[in-house]
């Protein structure tokens, strides 16, 4: 390493310096680490704000803040916690810089450009709640409530999104948590076994870990990757089934690279072969199963050699993650995933694994699909229903009969553009940035372009601020009252417990940014709203929420934030449980009763299908600009398998384009990263990159928006959820 | 007592809290780091096919690269025994390891920010602060590190970097103590990122299972001391003549000429 250009200053400054430096031995010094200037003091002797429930991730582990004068320095797990404990990952750590953003959203402004290409002018708060209020009502009036359609993400979505919803009485709305991640897992697990999963399965005392797709460690949960993480210490066997080695693939003991939206296949394959060889639990089955008989019919086409082709996994493997799940059977964990709206067949696959539960007796028991048992009577506040109530879209059309909550994405989409079944002509933007969550993003474009009104509140400029007419900064998760947070301690072996938190402000908000609390009801009053209004101010529905559980703020600060009391064993399995192998219902709606596999797309020649999935530093596409967080990761490699690579002449660290089979080019660039750890038939990037809006001055710029290649639509026929890995890239020198 | 550092990469899941929360604590600028995760792989290695992690720090080395190379003042220093009350006074420069805790420190407030330390360092684990320039002594900006979280650690906590780890991956003790979590590491076979030609004593110990480790060593460990390091032997051989100078005031003189005329003859 030479000497660099600071090395010569120093020269130049070292003579300098010797006019001035007094006799060195007069120097004295104290032992232990010089105060000064330059010596940070560390965050241990600053007040500690209690009560923080983050929200860089929708798991919102619980803080302290540390505090010095006014602002806030640092965030750590509350030490009384019995979820995530003194820790928080990166993301949580990282929420100062959210925080303090330099980007941030600080006044209301309103649009005097385009849509698409804004210019902004900072309005008064009147001014913006007036234009919102006088906007929504005409739609209302014109076109009914149904012709506003709104789009939430987080606590703060929640109560402006049941104004909307109960008050006013739009059923438009269309939550990206569900329509572009779990709600498939959540609608197929209650046609299955009764009840949404969750991601409930006791890891931490499973003798068998079985992820399809999860990639615990890229995608990280305190508690959650905890249970993952105390099962593999106690000598649980990993089972992976990923295209990629991914982070948890690295740990496991058997990574099945599986061929792409094959995986009920593999389910299917595996439960027969299970059946076949009479390694079911048969006892669990007799006493909870229907329609057992139907669905081992059913896939009894699955034969070992039929799965290994369709799956492109070798027989022996099948066989070997096969015995291993009925071996130990049954403290196994199925997870159920999280993300499931892959390929448009997901809904089958989400069933078989909810069978495979029931093959197994996996439930109840530990090591098993296991819910905690939480505490009860935190009160629920909301707005009341109007008396006038209109049908979902799907509702209506008798389709999609597993839909989550809300109205397919694409139905209130395809409304808004051909004006069929109804007009939609206001668009209500709350945290979600529909831009980087949706696929196919010029249809958004289109939808929003023909609205009469665009409102966005968000506390970051994020992609889909740029279609708001009116743009509303809110205060972030460390500046407000607001999310009850309730459950049990992360081990479900452990000593039983019970917490109950609530979110409270680690400091206020700075700026003009509000609460959404004072936004809505402000919106409401103006509407016509103002005697339906259940709560002034976020902190009084914080409290009624709590009375029912005789908790007040008051209370949860006396005791350091977090109310801790006994809790109730949650082995066991209830004797009315039911698993539906075969559910005739479904096959009423014109699906398959069994679990089926639905072949995808195969791949065109000269492409990869494009793979995405999450980052430890990143939250969908909310962290992008987070200066500490983007410095961890500021790109998102594209990852490739080293042969096809060679044939590409691709080396690691090349720069690239992708362009996908429709020909829509990536906006940026990324670096290729050649690996074994990668089918052939797949790329591979990280999510949440490359915002187009050049106001978030970090992220822009950096990294693939892998949302902007996926083109291509495919829905879930059961659910009407997005499948987003149907699409088809090359990568191109850049 | 050697205060040392072990991380259980069969444990770390690659989260990063470690790298953010240290920013967070030292008030560390975001393009710097005092710690860092680098991705490895997923790689071929001789036990097959592994994807791990290099959560890197300060080792605190035995004879660690940084402090013979610190150009600034030779001072008295007098260290304290935390738990005993002993002391020890030593001649130091700017940079210097605290003789009863082990853990390599830097005085800032005499730090000239040249960045010899960072240089000499074989595992890059110094950066020089350019925001923070002393203007009594004309700087450059701040060297900075890892100190072990030794504040943190004074006072009973554990370094911020522990204390967020989901994992439990790092392990943070005494690796004098034979009862130590750290030394039991080190029994079970934890080791450091050493060569032939980097064999300084690092206290940052690894351990993990075969593929793992052989993906991190073969990636990860320093095979040359950087080049600072020659000029880190021709300046221990001048220190005595630099303190004499100094005692007569003319340190900066006879140091600048000296140092002048090494770099010369390097270029």
Same mark, same amino acid.
């Given at each position: 390493? #030479? ?91 990282? $929420? ?7 980007? &941030? ?10 849509? $698409? ?65 779990? $709600? ?130 070798? #027989? ?44 197994? $007796? ?139 938190? #609530? &979110? ?42 709590? #009375? ?187 | ?27 560390? @600028? ?68 605290? @003789? ?168």
């Amino acid at each position: 390493m #030479a000497f660099n250009l600071t090395r010569r200053k120093f020269l130049q400054t070292a003579t300098l310096a010797a006019a001035s430096v007094p006799l060195a031995n007069v120097v004295t010094a104290q032992a232990g680490v010089a105060k000064s200037p330059f010596t940070p003091s560390g965050t241990m002797a600053d007040k500690t704000m209690v009560g923080g429930i983050c929200e860089m991730c929708f798991w919102r582990c619980q803080l302290v803040g540390k505090v010095r004068g006014n602002k806030l320095m640092k965030l750590e797990g509350n030490p009384k916690s019995i979820d995530n404990g003194q820790s928080i990952c990166a993301r949580g750590n990282a $929420g100062v810089q959210l925080l303090y953003d330099r980007d &941030r959203l600080k006044y209301p402004m309103k649009n005097v450009g385009q849509r $698409g290409a804004p210019k902004w002018k900072r309005i008064s708060w009147d001014e913006a709640l007036d234009t919102c209020a006088k906007k929504l009502k005409a739609t209302e009036q014109k076109f009914g409530a149904k012709g506003i359609c709104m789009f939430p993400h987080g606590a703060s979505a929640k109560y402006p999104m049941q104004y909307l919803e109960h008050t006013v009485g739009t059923p438009n709305v269309s939550e990206a948590s569900f329509f572009q991640c779990r $709600g498939i897992r959540d609608t197929a697990f209650l046609a299955t076994i009764g009840t949404p999963p969750g991601e409930n399965v006791d890891m931490a005392n499973a003798k068998v870990i079985f992820g399809l797709g999860c990639h615990f460690g890229e995608n990280v949960h305190v508690s959650h990757t905890k249970r993952y993480l105390k099962g593999l210490e106690n000598g649980a066997k990993l089972i992976i089934v990923d295209p990629r080695f991914s982070a948890s693939a690295a740990k496991a003991d058997e990574w099945v690279a599986v061929k792409p939206g094959t995986d009920t296949a593999l389910m299917l394959g595996m439960m027969n072969y299970i059946i076949q060889q009479g390694k079911h639990n048969k006892a669990f089955i007799d006493k909870h199963g229907i329609g057992f008989a139907e669905f081992k019919e059913s896939i009894a086409e699955w034969t070992i050699e039929k799965t290994a082709q369709t799956c492109d996994v070798p #027989a022996d493997q099948i066989k070997r993650v096969a015995d291993l799940l009925a071996d130990n059977a049954p403290n196994v964990s199925i997870h159920p995933g999280r993300h499931v709206s892959w390929h448009g067949n997901d809904f089958q696959r989400q069933r078989s694994l909810g069978c495979m539960m029931g093959l197994l $007796g996996a439930m109840g028991v530990k090591g098993s699909f296991v819910k905690g048992k939480g505490p009860k009577g935190v009160g629920k506040v909301g707005w009341p229903k109007g008396e006038h109530h209109v049908e979902a879209m799907h509702v209506a059309a008798g389709i999609y009969p597993y839909s989550p909550p809300g109205t397919p994405t694409d139905l209130i989409r395809d409304a808004a553009i051909t004006g069929a079944p109804y007009p939609i002509k206001s668009c209500v933007i709350w945290g979600q940035n529909p831009i980087q969550t949706i696929p196919n993003q010029q249809k958004t474009i289109d939808m929003l372009k023909q609205m009469d009104f665009v409102m966005c509140v968000d506390v970051m400029p994020t992609d889909i601020t740029m279609y708001a007419d009116i743009l509303l900064p809110e205060a972030s998760y460390l500046e407000r009252y607001d999310f009850i947070k309730t459950g049990t301690q992360w081990d479900l072996s452990g000593k039983q417990q019970q917490y109950i938190s #609530a &979110r409270m402000p680690m400091v206020m908000a700075d700026f003009e940014r509000k609460d959404q609390v004072y936004i809505t009801n402000e919106i409401a009053k103006r509407m016509g709203y103002g005697d339906k209004i259940p709560v002034s101010a976020l902190p009084e529905m914080v409290d009624m929420q709590l #009375a029912g559980a005789g908790l007040s703020i008051a209370k949860l600060i006396a005791e350091d934030g977090i109310h801790l009391q006994p809790g109730i064993d949650p082995y066991g399995v209830a004797d009315d449980l039911l698993v539906y192998f075969n559910n005739a219902e479904i096959a009423d709606y014109g699906y398959p009763a069994s679990p089926t596999y639905i072949a995808v797309e195969e791949v065109p020649a000269g492409h990869f299908r494009l793979l995405y999935g999450r980052s430890p530093v990143h939250t969908f596409n909310r962290t992008q600009n987070n200066v500490w967080l983007h410095h961890a990761m500021p790109e998102n490699p594209v990852w490739i398998n080293d042969e096809m690579a060679k044939e590409l002449s691709l080396v690691n660290g090349d720069r690239v384009y992708c362009v996908n089979s429709e020909g829509v080019k990536s906006r940026n660039t990324t670096i290729v990263k050649v690996t074994p750890g990668i089918r052939k038939d797949c790329v591979y990037m990280a999510h949440g990159y490359g915002t187009k809006n050049p106001a978030m001055s970090v992220g822009a710029g950096a990294g693939i928006d892998d949302q902007a290649l996926i083109t291509i639509l495919a829905v879930d026929p059961e659910t009407g959820c997005h499948g987003m890995r149907n699409n088809f890239v090359k990568l191109v020198k850049a | 007592m050697q205060y040392g550092m072990v991380i259980d990469i069969k444990k770390c899941v690659g989260c990063h809290a470690c790298t953010i929360a240290c920013k967070a604590e030292w008030e560390v @600028p975001a393009d710097k780091d005092r710690n860092w995760v680098h991705r490895l792989g997923p790689d071929n290695t001789p036990h097959g096919l592994a994807s791990t992690y290099y959560p890197g720090l300060c080792n605190h080395c035995n004879e660690p690269a940084c402090v013979p190379v610190c150009p600034a003042d030779i001072i008295q220093k007098t260290f304290t025994d935390k738990k005993s009350g002993k002391t020890k006074t030593l001649e130091v420069a700017a940079t210097y390891k605290d @003789p009863f805790n082990g853990t390599v420190q830097i005085d800032k407030e005499r730090c000239l920010g040249c960045g010899a330390c960072a240089d000499a360092c074989p595992y890059n684990a110094r950066y020089v602060n350019e925001n923070q320039i002393n203007e009594e002594l004309g700087s450059e900006g701040t060297a900075d590190k890892c100190t072990y979280c030794m504040p943190r650690v004074e006072m009973g906590l554990e370094p911020a970097c522990v204390q967020t780890c989901l994992a439990r991956a790092r392990i943070f003790g005494d690796l004098d103590d034979p009862n130590s979590e750290v030394s039991r590491y080190k029994k079970m076979g934890a080791k450091s990122l050493s060569s032939v030609n980097v064999n300084i004593g690092s206290n940052g110990l690894y351990y993990g299972n075969k593929r793992d480790m052989a993906l991190l060593t073969a990636t990860s460990t320093p095979q040359v001391m950087p080049e600072a390091n020659m000029r880190r032997i021709l300046m221990a051989k001048m220190k005595p003549g630099f303190n004499k100078a100094k005692k007569l005031g003319m340190l900066g003189l006879v140091g600048a000429v000296a140092m002048k005329g090494m770099k010369e003859d390097k270029e």
